[in-house]
């Protein structure tokens, strides 16, 4: 998909979220003014999706070469900060910074090569949230996100080769859902226990789409946050 799709797709789903957060506020737009902030941060773990490409390059050598390339899971951390417009509405921004491990298997005749590389995402994140339970024990929400992401690169060191190869990747504009649960401490208590979980629509696509990888990983969250009433 490419950029100007990708823009339309996530804008059109991000009026749907306002249309749909809108609706299930009514309730509560009879009630006094509502302002409430809330700060989380986050440690983040990063499962891609499994999908592995092969392709021949470089073309036409003879034997032919042949290279796999997949990504592994990975970590990093995350803080945002999200304003409650009313009990069960909120908006909120972010960064994210992670990474995930890149794997490049090269094939030619007898010889196979192995080397990986880290790629670093760093992720600029807006989104919605629906609150389920505001006024419960826990607070419950679910919520879309758009999420700008700009990419390392990634260096493949082939050692029995001796022989070095560079990836570099397009930033991309992307979106995700998103749902999430934060445990006060306490009855009273301000600060709470956060765990939240990411879907993202990611591919990695480098050297002129010669490497194009749909990765979709699952991002796992947990951290503790501080809500101001």
């Known amino acids: 998909m490419d950029l100007f799709r990708r823009m339309k797709f996530a ?9 749909v957060q809108l609706a299930g506020g009514t309730a509560a737009w009879g009630q006094d003014e509502y302002d409430n902030w809330i700060a989380r941060g986050h440690y983040v773990h990063v499962w891609p999706g499994s999908d592995t490409l092969r392709v021949e390059n470089p073309p036409g ?5 042949f ?3 997949w990504a592994d899971g990975g970590n990093g951390f995350n803080a945002e900060l999200e304003y409650l417009v009313r009990p069960n509405i909120g908006v909120w921004a972010g960064l994210t910074f992670d990474n995930m491990k890149t794997n490049l298997k090269l094939e ?8 990986n590389d880290r790629v670093d995402l ?3 994140n807006f989104g919605g949230n629906y609150h389920f339970l505001p006024s419960g024990r826990f607070d419950f929400y679910a919520g879309l996100l758009l999420s700008w992401v700009g990419y390392s690169s990634s260096t493949f060191n082939f050692s029995e080769v001796d022989y070095d190869y560079q990836v570099k990747y397009d930033d ?14 306490g009855e009273y208590s301000s600060w709470f226990g956060s765990v939240q979980a990411r879907y993202m629509f990611l591919a990695l696509e480098g050297d002129n ?3 194009a990888l749909t990765v979709d990983p699952v991002q796992a969250f947990f951290g503790i946050g501080y809500s101001w009433w």
């Open 11 to 19: 804008m059109v789903l991000g009026v749907a979220l306002i249309v």
């Open 61 to 65: 050598q003879s034997p032919p070469v």
């Open 67 to 69: 290279t796999e390339f």
């Open 108 to 115: 030619q005749g007898d010889i196979t090569a192995y080397a």
């Open 122 to 124: 760093r992720q600029i």
């Open 172 to 185: 991309e504009l992307s979106w995700g859902l998103n749902v999430g649960v934060d445990i006060p401490f």
């Open 209 to 211: 789409n010669v490497y």
